[in-house]
């Protein structure tokens, strides 16, 4: 199976401020064919069930404030929050699909400091 | 809009089997896999596999596999997972979620397995 490693594990940043979270995976996500890396990011805040934000690790959802955004490709990865809102207080999580055995990054939790 | 609702909390006894439901609404079921993932209180998330309900095809995380059956009624656009031999350790909120492309756009509310005897 691809392993998918966050980090960091938690951090907290100031209202407005840019969150930066890293996955990383144990093989490249990247379908050379068609040139699309195979990762998505979730949010999920406390008692909801997880919400796409990003696929092919830069395509936001529809919906998705463009404060959110992706970036990188093979096996390095980042889910970036450009000035952080308090209704961004949530568990991040990458998760790959490009093998038929889907799995998901560790998770990053996000506070305000 | 797409909607999965999902059947509601069971206790289950150790060794014993439960089986959950998800009912898609809002888009063409057999078009979209459906897909099962789990979360232990206060854990990450699990995969734990896919079915697609066009075919009944499905793909199971090796971690699951001849403990975990996907089905689907497609008259009903429906999903079911059933998990047998419980232990305690899967206590866990269960949930379906429809993917695109292996993205998962659309998720279920959840639904809670306690396993206690």
């Known amino acids: 199976d691809i392993v998918m490693t966050q980090s960091p594990d938690s951090l907290a940043v100031s209202l407005g401020e840019r969150a930066t979270i890293n996955c990383k995976s144990s093989?490249?996500?990247?379908?050379?064919?068609?040139?699309?890396?195979?990762l998505a990011w979730y949010q999920q805040k406390p008692g909801q069930p997880p919400k796409l934000l990003i696929y092919w690790a830069s395509t936001r959802e529809s919906g998705v404030p463009d404060r959110f955004s992706g970036s990188g490709s093979g096996t390095d990865f980042i889910l970036t929050i450009s000035s952080l809102q308090a209704e961004d207080v949530a568990v991040y999580y990458c998760?790959?699909?490009?093998?038929?055995?889907?799995?998901f990054g560790q998770g990053t939790k996000v506070e305000i400091k | 809009q797409v909607q999965l609702v999902q059947s509601g909390a069971e206790v289950k006894k150790p060794g014993a089997s439960v089986k959950v439901s998800c009912k898609a609404s809002?888009?063409?079921?057999?078009?979209?896999?459906i897909n099962w993932v789990r979360q232990a209180t206060g854990q990450g998330l699990e995969w734990m596999g896919w079915m697609d309900p066009n075919s009944g095809n499905t793909n199971y995380a090796q971690k699951f596999q001849g403990r975990v059956t996907m089905t689907r009624d497609t008259s009903i656009s429906t999903a079911y997972m059933e998990l047998s031999s419980l232990r305690y350790e899967d206590t866990a909120v269960y949930h379906c979620?429809?993917?695109?492309?292996?993205?998962?756009?659309?998720w279920g509310q959840g639904t809670l397995v306690t396993v206690s005897s």
């Open positions: 998760q790959q699909y490009y093998s038929t055995s889907r799995t």
């Open positions: 093989q490249s996500v990247l379908y050379t064919s068609n040139n699309k890396n195979y």
């Open positions: 809002g888009y063409t079921f057999t078009n979209n896999d």
């Open positions: 979620a429809s993917a695109i492309a292996g993205r998962l756009s659309s």
